[in-house]
């Protein structure tokens, strides 16, 4: 993923791309805030893999917490799927 994505930083901390689409940014080293299409933002959350976003709590974005080593892959699983989602949007735009 990392050779397909760019990265940058910004007032939010280090967002990762691809093209112009954001998949996710970090704050610091302890909270990533990822986008979702809402249906999957909803089941992520009912999920318990992530809350709601911290500012928008009504939107497709989540906030996920790094507080444990362990927790980093799930945040990387996290930004995973909203990378996959991003490439099949993509996909289906370019047919």
Do not use: N
């Amino acid at each position: 993923m990392a050779r397909c994505i760019g990265t940058s930083t910004s007032l939010c901390g280090t967002e990762f791309r691809i093209g112009t689409r954001e998949i996710g940014h970090m704050h610091g080293d302890s909270l990533i805030d990822i986008p979702f299409p809402t249906k999957v933002r909803h089941e992520i959350v009912a999920a318990g893999r992530a809350q709601p976003h911290h500012i928008l709590p009504d939107s497709g974005w989540i906030s996920f917490y790094v507080r444990e080593p362990a927790d980093v892959e799930q945040g990387i699983e996290l930004l995973r799927l909203s990378f996959d989602l991003a490439v099949q949007q993509k996909a289906r735009g370019a047919g």
